[in-house]
Structure formats: structure tokens, C-alpha cells
């Protein structure tokens, strides 16, 4: 009999997954980052010092012209490497293979433990929480981005709930591996609210579905309505949730206009509500590109005071919760109201 060489095996997933991941996200480009994606000349510094990356991180002025330049670098995505490839639009390099494989690694010694205690815990009757598998996503995406050299500050730590408190995280949102920070480096369990596409990608999918995350199907009003009435009975079993309050990613990594839904759903299950700002993730994740364009380097995540929705109106836990996250993100990523000068209550 002969032995099986896993190698190629191992390979044909990995590519199997990265063809999947770019047919299910290619579609998610900007006409308006054409342009860039064609021939992008932009900055390229591996090197900050951490005195101007702090002055970065404390929202400074950047008077000085050494803190313009990391204000500049910081703002524009990274120069990527000539060994890249195209599909529909959207760059593909070496490094972005890279870390489809650590992940795909790591999420095919997870999954077996999720099925583990996914049965465990419909035998104890705890299938509504289903705590264990949320601790197996964190050292999932915790070793996956430490393996890849991703290693990014968590500013406010001390403000973080008590690990046995509902909350709703509400973040900034600038590319899908905005769940990869937040899962691998805030030490809280949590579900996130995502869209239905990331269930198509090759074992990443399967292991969000068996820790109970809600998925959300494009366009589709009525997947609207039932997904808000998941989300507040997950918050009211004693899950705490994830919801990007800006109903889809940034293209240009400045912070948006937030939507009511998520304020909405913590005032109904009477949960507070925890902002977070997550800065300089955007240059390595910008729209043209499906995986990072390089090793990610010099992002963080802030946490804010929570905010209590008992005494206050949906407003009110919007525009507060709006004004932290806006705080706690570098100049460049700030909300500007340029380009929405008219504020509409959505």
C-alpha cells in the first residue's frame, strides 16, 4: 500500500481556499479604487519609530514634518511586492498566500476541538452560549496573526467589561480582518453579526457557524428583520456581541456614519454598549487587494468607557458612542464631515 504525500494535499486546500475567498469578496471593489489598482504609486516605510507612531496613536496635530510624513505613510496603502497576481480587480501577493496558509493551518487544528465542544455543550444544555468555542476562535485568530508577525497594541485594556458582562462591541469597520484583531487581542468572549458570504470560505465558515455567530444575507429585508431579532436574544442568553455600527466596511479607512441598528439592539436587550477604534489596519487591507498586501505592522485597538443604555435614547448612545470611537482613531481616519456634510438620523 502506498503512503500518502500530504504536501500537495495540504496545498490544494490552501489554493482552493484563496480561489474561494477571491470568487466570494472580489465582487466587494470600488470603481473609484480603479485607478489605484492599476499602477499605485504610494509610500512604503517599515520602519516608524515609536515615538512618532505614539504621536500617531494620541490623535496629535501632527505639526512637525517628521509627524506629517508618519501621518502620510500611515494613511496610504503599502507598496506591494511585483510578485503579485490579478483576479476580477483585485491583488493577490505572496504575503496575502502567506497568511491564507498560517490561518487555514490553524483553523484545521481548531475545528476538530469546535465540534468537541460544540457536542459538549449541547449535552450540558449550554448550546445557547456555546463559551468554549468562543475562547477556541480567540487562540485561533490570536496564534494565526502572531505566527504571521502581527502583534497589535490594545490600548484601554482596563476599561474592558468584566468577563462574565453582556456588552455590544461596536468598532470601526475597515476590512474583514477587523475580526481577526478584535477575536485574537481583546481578551473577552463574543459573537459577531457578519455577512452570510464568509460562510463559503472552506473551514473558516464552518467554525463561525458552530460558535453560534449571526450571518446576514445581502438585500434581503426579511434576513434584516430576523437577523436583529437574533442578535438581541443572543445579547439576552449572555452573549455579548460584535456589530460594526457603520453597516459595512470603510473603502477609504475614514470613520463613518453610524447606523442606529446596533444601539437599537442594545437598548432592547438592556446591555451597555463598549466602543473601540481599530487604526492603521486599512493600508495593509485597502479595497483593491483580498488578502494583505504585507506584513502587518502598527495597528492598534482602543477601548473606550462603556457606555450605559438604560436612562439614554438610541441617539444619544449613538452620537456618544460615535464620538469615542472618532477619538481613539488617528487624524487621517477621522470622520470627515466633508464628505458628509448633511447628517441624516439612518
Known amino acids: 500500500m502506498k503512503r ?4 500537495p494535499v495540504y496545498f490544494f486546500i490552501v489554493s482552493f481556499s484563496v480561489t ?4 466570494r469578496f472580489a465582487p466587494l471593489s470600488n470603481s473609484i479604487f480603479q485607478s489605484s489598482v492599476r499602477a499605485p504609486k504610494l509610500i512604503h516605510r517599515t520602519s516608524i519609530s515609536t515615538t512618532h507612531l505614539n504621536v500617531a496613536l494620541s490623535n496629535d496635530d501632527f505639526r512637525s514634518e517628521k509627524d506629517k510624513q508618519v501621518e502620510l505613510t500611515l494613511s496610504t496603502p503599502v507598496r506591494y511586492s511585483p510578485l503579485h497576481m490579478k483576479f476580477k480587480g483585485k491583488i493577490l501577493t505572496l504575503w496575502g498566500i502567506f497568511y491564507a496558509a498560517i490561518i487555514l493551518t490553524c483553523s484545521l487544528i481548531s475545528l476538530p476541538l469546535m465540534m468537541v465542544f460544540t457536542a459538549l455543550a449541547e449535552l450540558a444544555g449550554n448550546g445557547k452560549r456555546r463559551r468554549l468555542n468562543d475562547w477556541v476562535v480567540h487562540w485561533w485568530a490570536k496564534l494565526s496573526l502572531l505566527l504571521a508577525g502581527c502583534r497589535p497594541r490594545l490600548l484601554g485594556a482596563s476599561l474592558l467589561p468584566p468577563p462574565g458582562q453582556t456588552v455590544v462591541y461596536v468598532p470601526n469597520h475597515t476590512s474583514y480582518f477587523d475580526i481577526l484583531l478584535l477575536s485574537g487581542f481583546v481578551p473577552r468572549p463574543f459573537k459577531y453579526l457578519s455577512k452570510s458570504e464568509i460562510l463559503d470560505i472552506p473551514v473558516v465558515g464552518t467554525g ?5 455567530h449571526v450571518f446576514l444575507k445581502r438585500n434581503d429585508i426579511r434576513s434584516t428583520i430576523e437577523v436583529a431579532d437574533t442578535c438581541v436574544q443572543r445579547l439576552q442568553d449572555g452573549n455579548s456581541m460584535v456589530l460594526f455600527a457603520e453597516g459595512t466596511r470603510s473603502l477609504d479607512g475614514t470613520l463613518k456614519k ?7 439592539m442594545a437598548k432592547a436587550a438592556g446591555v451597555p454598549v463598549v466602543p473601540v477604534s481599530i487604526g492603521n489596519l486599512h493600508r495593509w487591507m485597502p479595497p483593491f487587494s483580498i488578502l494583505p498586501l504585507a506584513p502587518i505592522r502598527h495597528t492598534y485597538i482602543k477601548v473606550h468607557p462603556a457606555i450605559d443604555t438604560t436612562n439614554k435614547s438610541v441617539r444619544e448612545i449613538k452620537k456618544l458612542c460615535f464620538e469615542a470611537v472618532n477619538s481613539g482613531l488617528p487624524q487621517y481616519q477621522q470622520y470627515n464631515g466633508a464628505k458628509d456634510a448633511k447628517e441624516t438620523d439612518e
Not at 474561494?20 to 470568487?23: D, G, N, P, R, Y
Not at 453610524?258 to 437599537?264: R, T, V
Request: hydrophobic letters at 55%; zero cysteines.
Open 4 to 7: 500518502i504525500n500530504w504536501i
Open 20 to 23: 474561494s475567498a477571491l470568487h
Open 208 to 212: 463561525m457557524r458552530l460558535a453560534k
Open 258 to 264: 453610524f447606523k442606529k441598528g446596533a444601539f437599537q
